[in-house]
Nanobody
C-alpha cells in the first residue's frame, strides 16, 4: 500500500503561481512513476504531467512551458510548479503513483484561478 498526501492548492489570480507537493509513504520502494492529474467540474480527469523514476517527464500540451514537474526520490515527494496560471487551470489536482500494475491516488487539492 502507498499513501499519497497532496498540499499546496489554493486561490490565485490569473498569471500567478502555485506549487503543489505530494508526499508518498508506505511501500514506496517500487514506485515507477508519479504524476499529477486534474479534474474540472463536469469534465473527465486528465493527465497534467508525469515523471518516471529515472527522471524523464511528459506534459499535457495545455501546460507545456508553464508547469514543471519534479521529484525528490529521497523524500518520496513529487512537485508541480505551476506558473502563468489561467482560469482554465481551475480544477481538483490529484497526485498519482504507479507500482507495477497498481495505481494509487491522493485525495486531491483544489486549485482555483480567478480572472
Amino acid at each position: 500500500q502507498v499513501q499519497l498526501v497532496e498540499s499546496g492548492g489554493g486561490l490565485v489570480q490569473a498569471g500567478g503561481s502555485l506549487r503543489l507537493s505530494c508526499a508518498a509513504s508506505g511501500n514506496t520502494l517500487y514506485i515507477r512513476s508519479m504524476g499529477w492529474y486534474r479534474q474540472a467540474p463536469g469534465k473527465q480527469r486528465e493527465l497534467v504531467a508525469t515523471i518516471r523514476s529515472y527522471g524523464t517527464s511528459d506534459y499535457a500540451d495545455s501546460v507545456k512551458g508553464r508547469f514543471t514537474i519534479s521529484r525528490d526520490n529521497a523524500k518520496n515527494t513529487v512537485y508541480l510548479q505551476m506558473n502563468g496560471l489561467k482560469p482554465e487551470d481551475t480544477a481538483v489536482y490529484y497526485c498519482n503513483a504507479g507500482i507495477g500494475a497498481q495505481t494509487y491516488w491522493g485525495q486531491g487539492t483544489q486549485v482555483t484561478v480567478s480572472s
